[in-house]
């Protein structure tokens, strides 16, 4: 079946500008996730939502960053006035968590911010 | 600090080699699972270990848990070239999982 898929796959923008990211997870996967990963480096967990739960915002790194999750599907990071530290590859993960423990994610092949 | 951490952070051998990565992590775990990184895009899942486990394999790849020494580590046996990439444990502490910053493993043809 189909994988995670994320739009776009490279965005350039400029410092100051509004982005929005999209995340469409595997279907039938209650969990979703986003990451921020800067060049050579580990993962950064952004927001975390499961079902219709409260999301976990506690990775968001500023209040410039916000994310939704519709209908228990499609996934949007938005990430307002950028700044040139923003500039990194966003991933998107999502899998079937139960009964609190989690399963193994799924990723997607992520978007490339660059803030010029 | 990281809760799951690589080690070492760079690894070079050649091909037909084993190659070996070492994770160690902080607090008790649900379960330990290890991905791989090729060019900086999505991660790929590649095994899962629960805290009863000791010891799970799948084709070349050998995974040990030791949960008295919070650590755990990762074999490719017979590498090859294909097998270059960045390999991150990650622990399920409950959700989401905390991922280390990688192992970068370089397999010379």
């Known amino acids: 079946g189909a994988g995670v898929s994320q739009s776009p796959s490279n965005k350039v923008t400029e410092k100051g500008k509004d982005v929005e990211l999209r995340c469409d997870p595997i279907?039938?996967?209650?969990?979703l996730y986003w990451y921020r990963q800067s060049l050579g480096q580990g993962l950064e967990f952004l927001i975390y939502?499961?079902?219709?739960?409260?999301?976990?915002k506690s990775g968001l790194p500023s209040d410039r960053f916000s994310a939704e999750r519709t209908g228990g599907s499609v996934s949007t990071l938005t990430i307002q006035r950028t700044q040139q530290e923003d500039s990194a590859v966003y991933l998107c993960?999502?899998?079937?968590?139960?009964?609190?423990?989690?399963?193994?994610?799924?990723f997607g092949p992520g978007t490339r911010l660059t803030v010029t | 600090s990281q809760q799951g951490e690589e080690d070492p952070q760079a690894l070079s051998i050649q091909e037909g080699e084993n190659a070996t990565m070492n994770c160690s992590y902080k607090t008790s775990i649900n379960n330990l699972q290890w991905y791989r990184q090729n060019s900086g895009r999505g991660l790929v899942h590649l095994i899962l270990i629960r805290s009863n486990e000791r010891e799970k394999h799948s084709g070349r790849l050998r995974v040990t848990l030791d949960t008295s020494k919070k650590s755990s580590s990762l074999l490719i046996t017979a590498s090859r070239a294909a097998d270059t990439a960045s390999y991150f444990c990650a622990t399920d502490v409950g959700a989401p999982l905390v991922f280390g910053k990688g192992t970068r493993l370089s397999v010379i043809a």
């Open positions: 939502f499961q079902g219709n739960s409260a999301p976990d």
């Open positions: 279907s039938g996967h209650t969990a």
């Open positions: 993960a999502s899998s079937l968590n139960q009964q609190g423990a989690s399963y193994e994610q799924y």
